[in-house]
Nanobody
Framework: EMSIEESGGGSVQAGGSLSLLCTTS????????MSWYRQAPGVECDLVST???????IYSDSVKGRFAISEDRTKTALSLQMDNLLPEDTGMYYC???????????????WGQGTQVTVSS
């Protein structure tokens, strides 16, 4: 059985940092590309970053240069370091898995319960 759990969210002021962690069980990273996406009022899925099977990383323009995605060596966890946070980064952040070779919100097959990030101005 596959499971995904996010942690590390919280409330910070603009300019602050947070580090999100996605721990997984039973998710074969060799078969999935792992992503972080966020939800906010009026936005169902804003794809923030993807870590692809062979180490390629993708970032949305809104977070490029501020966020960094990484995968641990055991291939069971995914991190998202978020620096210089902005109020528009506020949202529920989810870790999600999509089969290798697919990409985008509609391709996610598994995801966790999310962790809330709130950035105040």
């Amino acid at each position: 059985e596959m499971s995904i759990e996010e942690s590390g969210g919280g409330s910070v002021q603009a300019g602050g940092s947070l580090s999100l962690l996605c721990t997984t069980s039973g998710v074969p990273f060799d078969e999935f590309d792992m992503s972080w996406y966020r939800q906010a009022p009026g936005v169902e899925c804003d794809l923030v970053s993807t870590y692809k099977k062979y180490g390629t990383t993708i970032y949305s323009d809104s977070v490029k240069g501020r966020f960094a995605i990484s995968e641990d060596r055991t291939k069971t966890a995914l991190s998202l370091q978020m620096d210089n946070l902005l109020p528009e980064d506020t949202g529920m952040y989810y870790c999600a898995a999509a089969y290798v070779g697919t990409w985008g919100c509609r391709e996610f097959k598994f995801w966790g319960q999310g962790t809330q990030v709130t950035v105040s101005s």
